[in-house]
């Protein structure tokens, strides 16, 4: 059975501090890893992986892959109170046209 | 530029009613999702569709039928429900070849008593 776990399921630290959040997947065929954001609605996109060793980054958010441990790592350095949400991973395979969602990663920075 | 756009946003229904969940999108997708989220689960894929006319089952179908008449448009039906599935539903809709263009919809948060 496809399934995708995430560690810590939360994780408190202050302003400034830098964060690793964990994912590990065991997907049939795997294709590709997401990251998505949830605050208080919607998820929202942040990295799609598809190729083990190569960061993807955006702003002071980083993430990378590695398909032969099978897990992944998503990296926020210098945290803001405005990064306090829950981070979601999700994995998919080839020939399937479903997301495998892990349980979340719920952040909270005070200042 | 609405995206996706679930009604209603809240719902409190008794035991043994049902009602229709609407996930309308405006960006001509082809495929589309429902999900709940539950506290500590994650989000589990309920039905999908990869076209019109076109629905297939998820992780956790038990309870809830779904259905794709227009492109634009995917209903999410509980006929009898029960308090287990009191969750936040989320619809997403991607268009064919791009995996990583999931656009979600902001949840429906139903109450089932």
């Known amino acids: 059975e496809d399934k995708v776990v995430q560690s810590p399921l939360s994780l408190v630290v202050h302003e400034g501090d830098t964060v690793t959040l964990n994912c590990s997947y065991e997907v049939t065929n795997f294709r590709s890893l997401l990251w998505y954001k949830q605050e208080k609605k919607a998820p929202t996109f942040l990295f799609m992986l598809?190729?083990?060793?190569i960061e993807k980054k955006s702003g002071r958010l980083s993430s990378i892959l590695d398909k032969k441990e099978l897990f992944s790592i998503l990296n926020i350095t210098a945290t803001q109170t405005g990064d306090s949400a829950i981070y979601l991973c999700a994995a998919k395979g080839y020939n399937t046209d479903k997301l495998i969602f892990g349980t979340g990663t719920r952040l909270q920075v005070f200042p | 530029n609405a995206g996706v756009t679930q009604t209603p946003k809240f719902r409190v229904l008794k035991t043994g009613q049902s009602m229709t969940l609407l996930c309308a999108q405006d960006?001509?997708?082809?495929?589309m999702y429902w999900y709940r989220q539950d506290p500590g689960m994650g989000l589990r894929l309920i039905h999908y569709?990869?076209?019109?006319?076109?629905?297939a089952k998820g992780e956790v179908p038990d309870g809830y039928n779904v259905s794709r008449l227009k492109k634009q448009n995917f209903l999410l039906g509980l006929e009898s429900a029960a308090p287990s599935q009191t969750s936040v539903y989320f619809c997403a809709s991607r268009r064919t070849g791009v995996h990583d263009g999931y656009t979600f919809g902001s949840g429906t948060r139903l109450t089932v008593v």
């Open positions: 598809t190729s083990s060793g």
């Open positions: 960006m001509n997708h082809e495929y």
């Open positions: 569709s990869v076209g019109e006319g076109t629905t």
